[in-house]
Nanobody, 122 residues
Framework: QVQLVESGGGLVQPGGSLRLSCAASGSIFSINVMGWYRQAPGKERELVAT???????NYADSVKGRFTISRDNVKNTVYLQMNSLKPDDTAVYYC????????????????WGQGTLVTVSS
């Protein structure tokens, strides 16, 4: 009913930049929070950043000052601009919508994207 499609991952050298995109599609009535999580090999999934439809933003301490989250409410798309990338940023990055109201009955769902791999290595 609702899908999140991510793009933009890849291999980048330390200090480089990447931009991730995540587009939500389907029978969407409204979305408030959209966010990014990541999971490195052997580690638990962790929050990277979230943004509300009103523009309130939250970042993990590890990415503050380097990553920027933004969104296009009309397109139901969220972006993650990642600068000054470090090897520790290597992970699968997942887009998340914790609560989407769907048409026609306004049920709420949590949706995850399929993940996109970001590798930071020289």
């Amino acid at each position: 009913q609702v899908q999140l499609v991510e793009s933009g991952g890849g291999l980048v050298q330390p200090g480089g930049s990447l931009r991730l995109s995540c587009a939500a599609s389907g029978s969407i009535f409204s979305i408030n929070v959209m966010g990014w999580y990541r999971q490195a090999p052997g580690k638990e999934r962790e929050l990277v950043a979230t943004i509300t439809s009103g523009g309130s933003i939250n970042y993990a301490d590890s990415v503050k000052g380097r990553f920027t989250i933004s969104r296009d409410n009309v397109k139901n798309t969220v972006y993650l601009q990642m600068n000054s990338l470090k090897p520790d940023d290597t992970a699968v990055y997942y887009c998340n919508v914790p609560r989407v109201l769907i048409k026609p009955d306004f049920r709420s769902l949590e949706v995850w994207g399929q993940g996109t791999l970001v590798t930071v290595s020289s």
